[in-house]
C-alpha cells in the first residue's frame, strides 16, 4: 500500500454519484471506490478480489466483507455488523452500484430470489419417493 495512495482513480459518474448520495470522498471511501467503473445495465463492475461465488471482497475498516456489503454500508451509513443483507436488484453479484443494492432481511432476499425464478423446486420427488417406497414394499 503507500505507494499508490495518489494514484487512486475514480470514474467520473461515480463521483458524481456518490456526492449525489451524500457520501463523502476520504480517503478510505476514496481508495475502496477507485478503479470501479459503470458498465452494461449501469452496473458498476467491482475491480477487484472477487470471491467463487460471484461477489466482490474488500477491506472495510479492519474486516475484510463482501464489496457491495461494504460499499452499502457506506452509502446508508450502516455498520457492517447490520442484521440485514445487502441485496441486488440487478441480479449482477459483482455490482456495488448503489442504486442497485438496498437492504433485505433474508425473508425478502429468499422471496426476491423466488420472484427471480432462482430457488424454484421442482415439485416432482414426490412420485419418485413413491415408487422407491413400492419398490421396498415389493421387495419385502
Ligand atoms: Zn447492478
New binding site residues.
Given amino acids: 500500500m503507500g505507494a499508490n495512495d495518489n494514484k487512486l482513480t475514480l470514474d467520473y459518474s461515480v463521483v458524481v454519484r456518490l456526492s449525489a448520495l451524500g457520501v463523502s470522498l476520504c480517503k478510505e471511501n476514496a481508495r475502496m471506490m477507485a478503479g470501479v467503473t459503470p458498465g452494461s445495465?449501469?452496473?458498476?463492475k467491482w475491480p477487484r478480489h472477487t470471491m467463487p461465488n460471484g461477489y466482490g471482497q474488500t477491506q472495510y475498516g479492519d474486516r475484510v466483507i463482501s464489496a457491495h456489503r461494504a460499499v452499502l454500508c457506506m452509502v446508508t451509513g450502516a455498520t457492517m455488523d447490520i442484521p440485514m443483507d445487502a441485496c441486488?436488484r440487478?441480479d449482477?453479484r459483482g455490482?456495488v452500484?448503489p442504486d442497485?443494492l438496498f437492504w433485505g432481511t433474508r425473508l425478502t432476499n429468499m422471496r426476491d430470489c423466488m420472484a427471480k425464478g432462482r430457488t424454484k423446486k421442482s415439485h416432482k420427488p414426490s412420485k419418485e419417493s413413491a415408487s422407491v417406497a413400492e419398490m421396498l414394499i415389493t421387495k419385502g
Avoid: T
Fill in positions: 445495465g449501469g452496473c458498476w441486488h440487478c449482477n455490482c452500484n442497485h
